[in-house]
């Protein structure tokens, strides 16, 4: 069975327009492993933008399945990572000006080598977030990390049916590489009530992360409630 991890950036967003405390992404990542998710996903992106430091240091103190960590490969961050230790790291590509994260990570930077080792000597598990290309899966093979994170990204773009078989079957191929290199096989990006099923299907992915596509259900499965509440309050 494929586990869920559940990325609350997006909590983090709506609570950034007004700098203040609510919604409380701390909050969020206990609602979602009352209710099955098997691991809390966040970005501590460089701008910080959603995410803080201080929700980063509070999950790590207070959930109770894993925390695993998108981030970029960059001093200050890497020393964050060796201090407050989430379970898993996943590293991630990322442009100041870009809405999301755009495509799988470049393995080919600047000592990368060193820097995974570094991460991995302080206890973390290393992830790479990849396109579904055999290059990058098989040097991710010789860098020694645990598991990949296919970029989901171009099968949820896809406009029809042909598209998206292709990319199905392109993430199959990837995902078996993955696999048979004895590495734990992760997807994400882009995945939402529609279109992961024909990826559970594939029987290969063993973790998908998810996050926008939850949290825009989560306003609307919490629309009628919170509405009812706010009318007796002033009636
Ligand atoms: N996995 C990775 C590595 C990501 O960067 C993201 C986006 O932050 C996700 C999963 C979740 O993507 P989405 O919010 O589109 O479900």
Not at 186 to 205: E, F, K, S
Not at 210 to 215: F, L, M, P
Request: hydrophobic share 45%; aromatic share 2%.
């Amino acid at each position: 069975m494929a586990e869920l991890g559940v990325n609350i950036d997006h909590v983090a967003t709506l609570r950034q327009t007004r700098m203040g405390l609510e919604p409380e992404p701390v909050y969020a990542a206990m609602i979602a492993e009352q209710n099955g998710a098997d691991q809390i996903t966040i970005h501590l992106r460089e701008d910080r933008r959603h995410i803080q430091l201080r929700d980063l240091k509070t999950l790590k103190n207070t959930i109770q399945t894993r925390l695993n960590l998108e981030m970029a490969l960059t001093t200050e961050i890497i020393a964050i990572a060796k201090s407050v230790k989430p379970h898993t790291v996943t590293l991630v590509p990322e442009k100041r000006e870009e809405l999301t994260t755009e495509g799988g990570l470049n393995l080919h930077i600047k000592n990368i080598e060193g820097k995974i080792k570094e991460l991995q000597d302080a206890g973390l598990e290393v992830s790479l977030f990849l396109e579904p290309e055999a290059e990058m899966i098989r040097l991710a093979d010789r860098l020694k990390v645990s598991a990949v994170e296919i970029h989901t990204g171009t099968y949820a773009n896809t406009k029809t049916l042909q598209e998206a078989e292709n990319q199905i079957a392109r993430i199959a191929k990837a995902a078996k590489l993955i696999k048979s290199s004895g590495m734990r096989v992760v997807a994400g990006h882009g995945l939402n009530y529609h279109n992961v099923q024909a990826l559970v299907d594939l029987g290969t992915i063993e973790e998908f992360n998810i996050g926008h596509s939850i949290v825009s259900r989560a306003v609307f499965t919490g629309m009628a409630e919170a509405v009812a509440t706010m009318k007796i309050l002033i009636s």
